[in-house]
């Protein structure tokens, strides 16, 4: 019964700069951990970075010292400060929040927001 509306995407040049959100509606005192993924034409979906109710956060190698998570909880919305950006970072970029971050029951997904990177 959560509701996550992501926004912010858009094309930018390498080395620039953009900011994701999500926004989450409905019951989101059950959430217990927030996360983005993100998705190129013909790869897996991977994971970028995860943000944990107490702020621990984990990034993906490839972002480590570009992208910064964050949440306001108050608005609940939860963040990705994208700086640096490489034409490689062109994906969809998904929000996801879960009750338990390790399963599937109790998971929510954004719609996506497309990123495109060019140089």
């Known amino acids: 019964q959560v509701q996550l509306v992501e926004s912010g995407g858009g094309l930018v040049q390498a080395g620039g700069s953009l900011r994701l959100s999500c926004a989450a509606s409905?019951?989101?005192?059950?959430?217990?951990?927030m996360g983005w993924f993100r998705q190129a034409p013909g790869k897996q979906r991977e994971l970028v970075a995860r943000?944990?109710?107490?702020?621990?956060?984990k990034y993906a190698d490839a972002v480590k010292g570009r992208f910064t998570i964050s949440r306001d909880n108050v608005k609940n919305i939860m963040y990705l400060q994208m700086n640096s950006l490489k034409p490689e970072d062109t994906a969809v970029y998904y929000c996801?929040?879960?009750?338990?971050?390790?399963?599937?029951?109790?998971?929510?997904w954004g719609q996506g927001t497309q990123v495109t990177v060019s140089s």
């Open positions: 996801r929040a879960a009750v338990d971050w390790q399963l599937e029951n109790g998971a929510y």
């Open positions: 409905g019951r989101t005192s059950i959430i217990n951990a």
């Open positions: 943000i944990s109710n107490g702020d621990t956060t």
